[in-house]
């Protein structure tokens, strides 16, 4: 069985039987745990489910556009075919749309009041002590929003500006080209090989309040020991059945990436978890997932494979130079997705 999957069962099974339930800023509770740990070596395995199939390249592709393109535009996800950020894109008139998790008698005419994000002090940049005032335009006149989606009630807006459509606002990859962080991390490894301070933050105060999702997994530490390349992976809050095997899979391709064009020898990945949940809407495919791994285990673990001609990250192609080996899966399981 794969190492990824044991431990992956373990963390479903900790949650439903410790897990404390809770509300959310999405109208949907979720069941929660304050902290959890992985530790992987990349030398014995490469992580990823066999227990539910991952869209292994859907994963890299994300990690691509925030570490080598170093983009927040979603555009770039959808020319690759890549859906997953849709629900936190910017409108073409500079508002971001929040939707009611189930709407059930639908009102198109409905409007909200537009908040602005600015309007709240850096100390406060989520509006938790201080309230997000109205947006006027510059006329001088409250600006309200209405339903793009058909079938789904509104149920808040923010003003972001139209500089900002079609992107997820200042997060993720707007971070990793304002510090230029790929660059500086392959810089540190082949120049400063024995540095402490390979640390890199995607949870700059500054940007808080004009990012549509503040990074989730926000923080990585980078160390060299032995000639292997080490990875530290924070993350503050984690959709355990969407987002986790993502971004499992996503840190440990990266990781071998950047051994890869550093001349070093891929390592451990350390993984922790602030506020590890599941949606309760999700609690029916965890459970088939639980019932797969109970009566048919799990699959072998594949291999990954870089193109080793590949000795700059921002040539890796995801198309031609990245593979999975020998990838078996049990096949989907569909989850409810949480704006």
């Known amino acids: 069985m794969t190492y ?20 959310n800023r999405t109208g949907i509770n979720t069941v929660k ?10 030398r014995d395995e490469y992580p990823i489910l066999s227990t539910k199939q991952t869209f292994y390249k859907n994963a890299i592709l994300e990690m691509l ?13 959808h020319e690759r075919n890549v859906k997953i950020w849709d629900e936190w894109i910017v409108d073409d008139d500079g508002i971001y749309r929040i939707y009611e998790p189930n709407t059930k008698d639908y009102n198109p005419d409905k409007e909200v009041i537009v908040m602005d994000p600015l309007s709240v002090p850096l100390s406060d940049p989520f509006g938790e ?41 200042t997060a993720y990859g707007y971070i990793t080209k304002r510090y230029d962080m790929a660059r500086s991390l392959i810089n540190s490894i082949k120049n400063c090989p024995t540095a402490r301070r ?31 390349l080490n990875l530290e992976v924070h993350q503050r809050s984690c959709d355990v059945p969407l987002g986790l095997p993502f971004n499992i899979t996503q840190y440990s391709c990266f ?19 602030k506020d590890a949940h599941i949606y309760v809407n999700q609690i029916d495919g965890i459970k088939e997932q639980l019932n797969r791994y109970e009566t048919k285990g799990s699959l072998p673990a594949p291999k990954l494979w870089l193109n080793p001609d590949i000795q700059d990250f921002y040539a890796f192609d995801p198309k031609n130079d990245v593979k999975l080996i020998g990838y078996e899966h049990m096949g989907k399981i569909s989850f409810p997705l949480a704006q």
């Open 255 to 273: 990781l071998a990436m950047i051994a890869q064009v550093t001349g070093l020898k891929v390592g451990k990945l350390n993984y922790s978890i």
């Open 65 to 77: 556009w925030i570490w080598q393109a170093s983009s927040n535009d979603v555009e770039w996800l």
């Open 129 to 169: 002590y201080t309230s997000f005032e109205p947006k006027y335009n510059d006329e001088g006149k409250l600006m309200t929003a209405k339903s793009r989606i058909p079938g789904k009630n509104i149920k808040a807006a923010k003003w972001y500006g139209k500089g900002y459509a079609g992107t997820i606002g």
């Open 198 to 228: 390979k640390v890199f933050s995607l949870w700059q105060n500054e940007f808080l309040r004009t990012a549509v999702l503040p990074s989730c997994v926000w923080s990585t530490e980078w160390n060299i020991y032995k000639d292997t």
């Open 4 to 23: 990824f999957d044991e431990e992956y069962i373990k963390l479903l099974k900790r949650i439903l039987k410790e897990g404390e339930e809770v509300e």
């Open 33 to 42: 745990l304050p902290e959890h740990y992985f530790k992987f070596d990349l």
